[in-house]
């Protein structure tokens, strides 16, 4: 007999992302204090407590498995799902933003530098912990808010909205930050020439050069993004922590903090 697959809308859809944001930087956040002894921001954007990645992930681990049982094919699938998808945004963070938020190169067999078999395997558990249960009781908290359909929709578009903005208004900083960063330090890039143009057209924009540089200025970045790094041409990767002289600590040692 054929098996009845569970659909899945739109508006669940949005809502996974937002919640699986969320658990993700509370995931992150715990990673940090375990393997570092710091609290420090592990978040994706510069405003919202979101880590994209693991929302992304969750979608699309349950939007392939979300019919199985079979607890070895969640692991497995939830494994190549994940590294897929770390894979990803690491490649399209650099590729887009010019800037890379982990390297696993020293790690064992990593694939680029962008995921590796610790993760994978890590991604497989989290995919068991997810599917078999926490999404359950997510469904049903989102079909009780779906009793009140105006309100439920409301809140989504809502929420949304202001995730996308905040993506938007990330990716923009993001954009400039590597500008003025890889302009001031004279990195070796391959396009440092255009990078040093568009620098400049920012810069000669004075309301705007403004703006940025009070909003967005190194230290706003560097604490949102502690583990930020730029690889050089020669494949020489810099941490950006190290470029910055003027920036007080961005993180909170357990020791010292309590």
């Known amino acids: 007999m054929e098996k009845t697959r569970k659909k899945i809308d739109v ?6 992302l937002i919640l699986y944001s969320i658990a993700g930087f509370l995931i992150e956040t715990v990673f ?4 570092k ?5 592990r978040k994706s954007f510069l405003y919202g407590p979101f880590c994209a990645i693991y929302g992304i992930g969750a979608i699309a681990m349950i ?13 497995f699938g939830g494994a190549i799902i994940g590294a897929v998808v770390e894979y990803s945004m690491s490649f399209l963070c650099e590729k887009f933003f010019g800037v890379k938020w982990w390297d696993y190169s020293e790690a064992f067999l990593n ?3 962008r ?6 395997v890590s991604w497989g558990f989290l995919a068991i912990l997810l599917l078999q249960v926490l999404n359950p009781y997510v469904d049903k908290w989102i079909t009780k808010l779906r009793q009140k359909k105006s309100l439920f929709k409301v809140a989504s578009v809502l929420l949304i909205a202001f995730f996308t903005a905040d993506a938007l208004i990330t990716g923009y900083a993001l954009k400039v ?15 440092q020439h255009e990078i040093q143009n568009k620098y400049d057209k ?25 583990n930020m790094m730029i690889e050089e041409q020669n494949q020489n990767t810099i941490y950006v922590e190290n470029l910055i002289d003027d920036v007080e600590p961005y993180y909170y040692r357990l020791g010292e903090a309590f």
């Open 11 to 16: 508006w669940s859809i949005f809502m996974y």
């Open 32 to 35: 940090g204090i375990l393997t």
């Open 37 to 41: 002894g710091v609290v420090e921001s």
């Open 63 to 75: 939007l392939a498995l979300r019919n199985e049982k079979n607890y070895f094919k969640i692991f």
């Open 111 to 113: 694939i680029d530098g």
């Open 115 to 120: 995921t590796c078999l610790f993760y994978a």
């Open 177 to 191: 930050f590597y500008y003025r960063i890889a302009a001031q330090n004279n990195l070796n890039l391959t396009d």
């Open 202 to 226: 920012i810069q000669q924009n004075r309301t705007f050069a403004g703006f940025v540089n009070q909003y967005y200025d190194n230290e706003k970045m560097l604490k949102t993004y502690p």
